[in-house]
C-alpha cells in the first residue's frame, strides 16, 4: 500500500514537486494555534540507538556520524520512513536534549536536501505522514531552535498543508490516501487560518476511510498490519476532532466500531496480530492503544471478538487463540503480496506464539519475499512442489499470485465444550483433483487443538483428474505434508519413539502434538520478522504422507501437557533492544 512503486518519472510525482517548490516561495507566516496529543507509539530502545548512530528503517541498517540522520538509504520502505519522519516518535519518547539535538540537525538537513520539492518525499500521502510527525512534535522540535528557524519550520507547515489541500484527494487509493486527508485535517486544526476547512478536511477523511474499509471492518489487501495502520490513523483523527470539540461524525463512529472488531478477530492472546499477506505482528503496543482510543472515544468497553472478520476465523478459549486463513488471497486487491495461505492458522498461548506463518520476506529480498508466500511456508498442507495459489509468468519486477482458491468454505461449530470450525478450498482442484477440508476444534478450556484435514475427490471430473496424477507416480501416491511452523523461542523435541513432538515455551509451557499415521519429523524453518537485518531460524513440524485414494484422511492433536496450569505466570522478558543481529 505504498505510493512509491512507480518510477521516478511518474508525472503526477513530479507536479507534486514542481507544486511543493511553487508553494514554499509563496507560503507566508503562519503559527501553530494548538497541538494535538502525540499519539503514535515510539521506542525508546529505538531512540537511544539513534542517538548512537544506529537506524533500522524498514529493515535495513544505515549507520550515521554522530548528531546526523542518514537519509540516503537504498530500499523505497527506508526512505518512506525516514521522509515520512516516523523516526520523531522514537527521538521523543527518549525527549533529553541529546534527542532533541539530533532530531533538530536532521529536520535541518531534510530542509537544505529536499524542503524545495527536491527528492522521492513529497506523495501526498508520504507529505500527509510527515505533516503528522512534525505537528504533534511542534513543541519538542522547536524547543531552543533560533525564531528564524521557527520562521522556516513553520512556512515548510504551510507549505505542506497548501500541497495536501490540493492533493489530498488524489492520494494513492487505501493507506496512502487516508495518511494525506488526516494529515490535512491535523494542518486544519493546528495551523492559524485554516479553521473553516476543518468541516471540509473532516469529510476528506471520512470518504477515504469508507473507499478503504469493507462491511466486516476490513480492507481489500487482508493485511491485518495494513488495518492496524488505517485504525490508528482514523482514532487519531477522531481524537483530534475531539480535543478541539468537535462531534464525533457516526458515520466515522461506525467505520472504527467495525474496523476496531475485525482487529480483535485478528489479535492473538498476546496482542500480536495474526502475520498473513505480507503483515507483521504490529509494532508493541500499537494495537492496544489505537483500541484504547477508540473505547474512550465511543464510551464503552471492549467488546467480545467476533468470529470472523476480512476472511479470517477465530477460534479462542482459556488463553488460546487460533487464527484462520480462511478465504482466498486477494489476487485483484494485492497481486505482488498476496499469500498462498488458505486454510493456514496460527497459535498462541498466553503470551507466547506457538504455531505460526514464516511471515513476510519483502526486507529481505525478492528471493526471501516470494518464498516467503508459498503454501510450505504457511501453517498447512500442502502437495509437494505445489502451492494452493499459482504465480503469474511474467517480467514484472515483483512476482504476482494470478491463480488460486476460488471457492472457501466456512463454517462454524460449536459446542458448549468446544470451539470449532469446518473450513474448504479448491485451490488443488486444477493440479490434483482433491479438494481440502478442514477441521480445527479447540477445547473449551483452551488445551486441545484437534485438527482434521481431508483431501477429497468428488465428482468425476475430479477423479479423473485425480487418477492421472496418480498414474504419474506409479501408484505410490500424492506425496504432501502437513506443516506446523514454530515461532523461534518454541523449542521442540521428538518425544515417544519419534511419534510426537513436545513443544516447551520459554514461560515453561509445554503442548505435545501427536499424529496418527503420518511420518512425523522436524525441519528447519526461518522467522521472517519485520525490523531485523536477517530471518532468524526456527523449526518445524512436518507430517508427510501420500494420498493414494479418492479419499485421504489426516487426524492431529496439540495439547498442553496435563500438568500446565490454563494460565501461567509468565515473567520472561524478551530483549528490549531494537536493533538485532549485529
Request: hydrophobic letters at 45%; a positive charge; glycine letters at 10%.
Amino acid at each position: 500500500m505504498s505510493e512509491h512503486s512507480a518510477s521516478g518519472a511518474n508525472p503526477v510525482r513530479l507536479m507534486d514537486r514542481l507544486l511543493a517548490r511553487w508553494l514554499l516561495r509563496r507560503a507566508g507566516p503562519t503559527v501553530l494555534t494548538s497541538q494535538p496529543e502525540p499519539r503514535a507509539v515510539g521506542q525508546f530502545a529505538r531512540g537511544q540507538q539513534m542517538l548512537a548512530g544506529n537506524f533500522l528503517m524498514a529493515g535495513e541498517f544505515l549507520a550515521a556520524p554522530a548528531g546526523r540522520v542518514p537519509f540516503d538509504a537504498t530500499s523505497a520502505a527506508a526512505l518512506e520512513a525516514l521522509h515520512g519522519f516516523v523516526w520523531l516518535d522514537d527521538l521523543a519518547t527518549v525527549g533529553d536534549s541529546r534527542a532533541r539535538a539530533l532530531a533538530q540537525a536532521g529536520l535541518e538537513e531534510w530542509f537544505a536536501r529536499f524542503g524545495a520539492g527536491r527528492g522521492p518525499g513529497w506523495t501526498p500521502g508520504l507529505v500527509g505522514r510527515r505533516t503528522i510527525r512534525w505537528i504533534v512534535h511542534a513543541v519538542f522540535l522547536m524547543q531552543g531552535m533560533a525564531p528564524a528557524r521557527q520562521d522556516h519550520f513553520l512556512r515548510a507547515l504551510a507549505q505542506h498543508a497548501g500541497l495536501l489541500a490540493r492533493r489530498a484527494g488524489r492520494a494513492a487509493p487505501g493507506l496512502p490516501r487516508i495518511e494525506a486527508q488526516v494529515g490535512l485535517l491535523y494542518a486544519t486544526l493546528a495551523l492559524g487560518g485554516m479553521e473553516a476547512r476543518v468541516p471540509q478536511a473532516s469529510a476528506g477523511v471520512l470518504a477515504a476511510a469508507e473507499d478503504q474499509i469493507a462491511p466486516d471492518g476490513g480492507i481489500a489487501t487482508r493485511n491485518p498490519e495494513d488495518l492496524l495502520a488505517v485504525f490508528e490513523l482514523l482514532t487519531w483523527a477522531a481524537q483530534a476532532l475531539a480535543d478541539h470539540d468537535r462531534p464525533l461524525n457516526e458515520k466515522l463512529g461506525g467505520l472504527l466500531d467495525r474496523v476496531a472488531g475485525a482487529l480483535r478477530v485478528l489479535r492473538h492472546a498476546d496482542g500480536g496480530l495474526a502475520r498473513f499477506h505480507g503483515g507483521g505482528r504490529g509494532a508493541e503496543g500499537v494495537l492496544a492503544a489505537a483500541l484504547g482510543i477508540h473505547d474512550d472515544l465511543r464510551k464503552r468497553t471492549a467488546l467480545r471478538p467476533a468470529d470472523q472478520a476480512m476472511g479470517y476465523a477465530r477460534l479462542a478459549a482459556g488463553r488460546c487463540t487460533v487464527i484462520i486463513d480462511a478465504a482466498p488471497p486477494p489476487l485483484g486487491a494485492a497481486p505482488a503480496q498476496a499469500h498462498a495461505s488458505t486454510l493456514a492458522f496460527e497459535m498462541t498461548s498466553n503470551r507466547r506464539p506457538v504455531i505460526v506463518s514464516c511471515g513476510d520476506g519483502r526486507s529481505f529480498g525478492p528471493e526471501w519475499h516470494r518464498a516467503s508466500r508459498a503454501t510450505a511456508s504457511h501453517s498447512t498442507l500442502a502437495f509437494e512442489g505445489y502451492s494452493s495459489a499459482r504465480f503469474a509468468r511474467t517480467h514484472k519486477a515483483q512476482a504476482e499470485l494470478a491463480d488460486g482458491p476460488r471457492a472457501v468454505g466456512l463454517e462454524f461449530r460449536h459446542a458448549p465444550h468446544a470451539r470449532a470450525v469446518a473450513l474448504s478450498h479448491d485451490g488443488y482442484v486444477a493440479s490434483h483433483g482433491l479438494e481440502h477440508l478442514r477441521h480445527l476444534d479447540l477445547s473449551a478450556d483452551g488445551r486441545v487443538l484437534s485438527g482434521e484435514d481431508v483431501l477429497l475427490a468428488t465428482t468425476r471430473a475430479e477423479r479423473r483428474r485425480f487418477d492421472e496424477v496418480l498414474a504419474r507416480t506409479g501408484g505410490a501416491g500424492l506425496p504432501l505434508a502437513l506443516r506446523f511452523h514454530l515461532h523461534p523461542e518454541a523449542e521442540p523435541s521428538l518425544d515417544m519413539n519419534g511419534t510426537a513432538v513436545s513443544i516447551g515455551l520459554r514461560s515453561g509451557e509445554i503442548w505435545v502434538l501427536r499424529a496418527e499415521g503420518m511420518m512425523l519429523d522436524l525441519a528447519p524453518s526461518v522467522y521472517l520478522e519485520k525490523g531485523r537485518l536477517k530471518p532468524r531460524p526456527s523449526q518445524q513440524i512436518v507430517l508427510s504422507s501420500r494420498a493414494r485414494d479418492y479419499t485421504t484422511r489426516l487426524n492431529w492433536s496439540l495439547a498442553k501437557a496435563q500438568d500446565m496450569p490454563v494460565a501461567m505466570r509468565d515473567l520472561v522478558t524478551d530483549d528490549p533492544l531494537a536493533l538485532h543481529d549485529l
